[in-house]
């Protein structure tokens, strides 16, 4: 988690000096959704992702100088400097892309699970969306169908409260995203997105029921994002007050202060790890800026797959 | 070699398909025991079962989507659309998701899939189920889109695109379904991006695709009798375009005409006017000439519908114009 | 509203009519009058029960099913008729499919063809209501196939949050062409997914023509005064094949059928009227007369009006 939250505010700190292109929506508060999430998956296991796709990208194995390669446009990074924040994908680790439009990663989650009932593999599909996507036509579809079709797909709602403004009772009357299973009748779940173990604890649970043959769940975590919408939002839909509360619950701080309860951590080995993660966001950020640009005959390339049946 | 009509040419593409690989599957509304919308799929529900014959409920942005994701892992599906009018209700799961993968990935990705999609007005079914759009999905890179105009050209295109680790866009026109034609018995491939000369010529160069090539046919056979040789270009594939073909019969005859009934503006023909203007102008001895849908709606009443599709009227008279035309001064 | 003697012979006029309407329109579409023709024979006593008492400024979309409907509020089966015959004499001037017909002065914004998308549009309406501060109420009429679309998500949950004076009203008649709903349908519930958009769900006999009046009259008093949708299930089966385009039924039997034919909504009434006294059967016999002249006399008029003239084809594309 530590991993993330460094990764994500040196990729805001490097954005504002001028050196990370592009629209960046950072993940800083939600980190214990997507590390207590991908702790419970297998290699084999995919995930989907959104928008805000650094922290599930790290936290399902990504390189953290590939990432940051990624953002800053460099050839090294996971898509050659084409995806960007919005769409990163590594298909070594099972990252099948994170996603510009809001909910279009719901279906794609559903093929994924369908393909493996297709290949015979018993993989399973972690689907993360946010409040804002339970609206989109899509996410009804996308449930539906995993629904009806018994799917190995874990539906996890990443609940921050806002869709960019607004926030989620104005946008729909149910108070919860979890109050949508009805509709098909799936299991459901409201639990704490800031408390990691919560979250590893139930979606290994539902990994396993889909594993197993009993079809999808749908989990909503509750968090909130302490970053604007974007790098540059001038968040002023907001209050402070609201922020501030939040930041009170922060996932990495509350689970630092549990092991350190438990024993399991002792407070040098903390600052340890601490200096352990910058040192690693350090290389990743040399390795990005002193990476090359891809050249521009690139930009022509891969726009179609060569050959046929995954020849090269 | 067997008569059969366009729909049991497809039909034996996907069960070839099928046959040979068994991550091959069909998915889409009423394709299961109603073998779809057109009867393309007919049968196949007996042969290959419900897992691989996928009945759908009616929610085209999860499908075409959930189409993509099993593409993306590595299985080759093959979707229906039961009409082109329907796209939009699906398009940024075509148009930025599938289009998009392998783009935005670095070439990580593939996605295999195939989505078939009836187009073509004459039946009278109006304004929602009728209509051209070809043009649309040629103007996104990463899209390939073939629209073949014969039962032999359908199963052989099928068969490539289901083989192409591209996201295909295979357009078939409604009226040509029941075309009979004769056709292969085995597995063959018809090249994706390759045009085809229906009827070899000297004169004028008439430019079409799917239901037009027939249209341009007819013209051809009507006009050679008054001693006009046209050749027809059957594209086949709009999307990689094969220009070298185009190309080499524009230099022969120095004459195009571009024939489609889609609406005129934006439409496909625009684009090959544009390049064979931009890079073959010293070849013509004329304009060239698109004949096309008036930039209508399509109505449902025969006769007002007959003026939407005044295009198969119009070929032969802009063929005659055109041929006519003097040869430019050197 | 209560129905008194009177209107419950209306509402047997109306709900006669478009039964005696489906047989014909079927019919001459298996003669190849016109093709493509999605038949409501079964399902009257929703366009009936829905329409009967709407203002004529509450509006109404419906589905590419849903003729019974245009009857129901006003439109008369000629031009009915002579848009199926794709006449210039109708609204449509033979220029679309009749179910794409809008009749603003009745209420009718007309239908869509692709299944679902018809409830944006509804949720519009009663948007533009709001706007206009006024207390009409808007019907979204739609099948079971609809249900599990994007739109139908979208739309319910626009009006739910915004409270919005409308009527969702699905015609559940178990098939979605050829997919049946257990098999589309996860859950196997239309009106379950109500709760979901913390709205309130009725799901009834669609074929008791008076209890879908009761129902909908209820929601609609209810949307008229500011409580927002409600979204009601009826439960009925079409007797006819989707469509006269080629259709082949494989997923029905023959068995399911003669069991809903059994519950014939005109019938049901039928039986009401006479047993409560309000009708004889010379009267009922009268009416159906009456009503068999109309529709023949709609048939005669269709088939010898004329086309329209070719450049009918190129007006109103723009305003």
Not at chain 2, 139 to 154: F, R
Request: proline residues 5%; negative net charge; aromatic residues 8%.
């Amino acid at each position: 988690m530590r991993l993330l939250r460094v990764s994500d505010e040196r990729v805001a700190e490097r954005a504002r000096r001028g050196e990370v292109p592009g629209l960046l929506h950072l993940g800083v508060g939600e980190e214990a959704v997507a590390v207590g999430a991908c702790a419970a998956l297998r290699p084999e296991d995919k995930i989907t992702s959104t928008h805000r796709a650094h922290g599930h990208f790290l936290a399902k194995g990504g390189s953290p100088k590939v990432l940051m390669a990624e953002l800053y446009g460099k050839e090294a990074g996971c898509c050659r400097g084409k995806g960007g924040s919005m769409h990163l994908v590594d298909m070594n680790i099972g990252f099948l892309g994170a996603n510009g439009v809001v909910g279009a990663g719901l279906p794609i989650a559903v093929g994924a699970a369908l393909g493996a009932r297709i290949k015979g593999e018993d993989w399973v599909v972690v689907c993360f969306f946010g409040d804002g996507a339970n609206n989109e036509g899509a996410f009804h579809e996308s449930l539906n169908l995993a629904a009806v079709w018994n799917l190995p797909v874990v539906f996890l709602c990443e609940n921050n409260q806002y869709g960019i403004s607004q926030s989620i009772l104005s946008q729909q009357k149910v108070a919860n995203v979890a109050d949508r299973a009805v509709s098909y009748d799936l299991p459901s779940q409201i639990i704490d997105g800031n408390d990691v173990l919560a979250v590893f604890g139930t979606i290994s649970k539902a990994i396993d029921a889909a594993r197993q043959g009993k079809g999808p769940t749908l989990v909503e975590c509750m968090t909130y994002r302490i970053s604007g919408h974007y790098e540059g939002d001038s968040d002023a839909y907001r209050d402070l007050g609201e922020v501030a509360a939040w930041l009170q619950n922060d996932p990495i701080q509350r689970f630092q202060d549990f092991l350190l309860n438990q024993g399991v951590l002792l407070p040098e080995e903390v600052e340890s790890l601490f200096r352990n993660v910058d040192t690693t966001v350090d290389e990743a950020v040399a390795f990005a800026t002193g990476a090359p640009y891809p050249t521009p005959d690139k930009a022509e390339k891969h726009v179609y797959a060569p050959g046929k049946r995954g020849t090269s | 070699m067997t008569i059969m009509t366009y729909a049991q040419a497809l039909n034996g593409a996907h069960s070839i398909a099928m046959k040979d690989d068994p991550l091959v599957f069909a998915i889409g509304q009423d394709i299961g025991s109603y073998g779809g919308y057109y009867g393309v799929t007919a049968g196949l529900l007996e042969t290959f079962g419900k897992e691989r014959v996928l009945d759908t409920p009616i929610s085209e942005i999860a499908i075409t989507g959930a189409s993509v994701g099993a593409a993306v892992v590595g299985t080759r599906p093959i979707l229906e659309i039961g009409f082109v009018d329907f796209v939009g209700t699906c398009w940024d799961q075509i148009f930025n998701q599938a289009a998009k993968f392998c783009y935005m990935s670095g070439g990580q990705a593939r996605v295999p899939m195939v989505i078939r999609m009836a187009c073509g007005a004459g039946l009278a079914y109006g304004v929602h189920h009728s209509q051209s759009l070809e043009a649309w999905f040629t103007h996104i890179p990463g899209l390939k889109v073939v629209m073949p105009s014969t039962p032999i050209d359908a199963k052989g295109l099928l068969l490539s695109a289901i083989e192409d680790d591209n996201p295909v866009i295979f357009l078939e026109h409604k009226f040509l379904y029941n075309q009979q034609g004769e056709v292969p018995d085995g597995p063959y491939r018809i090249p994706i991006g390759k045009a085809h000369i229906a009827r070899k010529g000297k004169d004028v160069t008439i430019v079409a695709w799917s239901r037009a090539v027939h249209w341009a046919l007819a013209t051809a056979e009507e006009l050679a009798n008054d001693g006009i040789d046209c050749e027809v270009v059957d594209l086949r594939t709009l999307s990689p375009l094969d220009e070298a073909t185009v190309a080499h019969s524009v230099e022969k005859t120095g004459r195009v005409v571009v024939c489609h009934e889609a609406c005129l503006t934006g439409g496909f023909g625009a684009e090959i006017v544009a390049r064979v203007t931009e890079k073959f102008f010293d070849s013509l001895e004329a304009p060239p000439v698109r004949v096309a849908a008036p930039d209508i709606p399509v109505p449902s009443s025969r006769p007002l519908e007959n003026e939407y599709l005044r295009p198969e009227r119009r070929l032969s008279d802009a063929v005659r114009n055109l041929n006519a035309v003097s040869h430019r001064r050197i | 509203m209560s129905l008194s003697a009177k209107d419950l012979k209306e509402l047997y006029r109306i709900i006669l009519l478009i039964r005696r309407f489906e047989e014909t329109a079927f019919e001459m579409a298996l003669q190849g009058a016109y093709d493509n023709y999605h038949g409501g024979m079964g399902q009257e006593a929703n366009p009936a029960g829905v329409c009967y008492g709407l203002r004529q400024t509450d509006r109404t979309m419906i589905t590419h099913r849903g003729l019974g409907v245009l009857i129901a509020r006003g439109v008369s089966v000629k031009d009915i008729f002579a848009g199926l015959y794709a006449k210039e004499e109708s609204p449509t001037r033979g220029r679309i499919p009749v179910y794409h017909m809008a009749e603003p002065n009745l209420g009718v914004l007309g239908g869509t063809s692709m299944v679902g998308s018809v409830i944006p549009l509804a949720v519009g309406s009663a948007l533009a209501t709001r706007l206009e501060g006024k207390d009409d109420v808007t019907v979204s009429f739609f099948g079971d196939g609809a249900v599990n679309r994007g739109d139908f998500h979208e739309g319910v949950n626009l009006a739910s949050v915004r409270k919005l004076p409308i009527v969702f009203f699905c015609e559940n008649n178990f098939y979605a062409k050829s997919v049946p709903l257990a098999e589309s349908t996860a859950g196997g519930s239309i009106v379950a997914r109500a709760e979901s958009y913390g709205i309130p769900g009725e799901c009834i006999d669609g074929n008791d023509v008076i209890a879908v009046h009761e129902t909908v009259q209820t929601a609609i008093a209810r949307a008229r005064a500011g409580e927002g949708p409600t979204l009601i299930e009826c439960e009925t089966y079409r007797w006819t094949p989707h469509s006269t385009a080629g259709d082949r039924e494989f997923a029905r039997t023959e068995e399911e059928l003669v069991q809903w034919k059994a519950k014939c909504p005109v019938l049901r009434l039928e039986k009401q009227l006479l047993k409560e006294g309000h009708m004889t059967e010379e009267l009922l016999h009268t009416v159906d007369e009456a009503i068999k002249k109309e529709v023949t006399e709609a048939v005669s008029f269709a088939e010898g009006a004329p086309y329209a003239a070719a450049d009918v084809a190129f007006e109103n594309v723009y305003v």
